[in-house]
């Protein structure tokens, strides 16, 4: 499987951002699918997930209301809709494919997931 994310790039604060991972290789609805970001001298932490059918949704208690996570099956690509970007959003953002098609209590952890995009950079400034 191999994902490659795109659309990063240097924002204003309050300013918005469109990411988005294509995803090739392996049936992509079979997937539910995460977004991580890394900051620099910072852990990777969770951003958000979606079920492969995107019925399901979850969030970081920081970024909910100002992120969005979506999917297109037929395009094999899935979204994440950045609004009112904080410079504490600044981190390179990567996607992965999740182990199982749903979401549970390990959804939230980088090591449940079993392949990862190279990211792309996302640069709020103040």
């Known amino acids: 499987v191999q994902l490659q994310a795109s659309g990063g790039g240097l924002v204003q604060a309050g300013g918005s951002l469109r990411l988005s991972c294509a995803v090739s290789?392996?049936?992509?609805?079979?997937?539910?699918m995460g977004w991580f970001r890394q900051a620099p001298g910072k852990e990777r932490e969770f951003v958000a997930a979606?079920?492969?059918?995107?019925?399901?949704?979850y969030y970081a208690d920081s970024d909910e209301g100002r992120f969005t996570i979506s999917r297109d099956n037929a395009k094999n690509t899935v979204y994440l809709q950045m609004n009112s970007l904080k410079p504490e959003d600044t981190a390179v953002y990567c996607c992965?494919?999740?182990?199982?098609?749903?979401?549970?209590?390990?959804?939230?952890?980088?090591?449940?997931?079993?392949?990862w995009g190279q990211g792309t950079q996302v640069t709020v400034s103040s």
């Open positions: 290789g392996r049936t992509f609805s079979s997937y539910a």
């Open positions: 979606i079920s492969w059918s995107g019925g399901i949704t």
């Open positions: 992965a494919a999740y182990r199982q098609s749903n979401l549970n209590s390990g959804s939230y952890y980088p090591s449940q997931y079993a392949y």
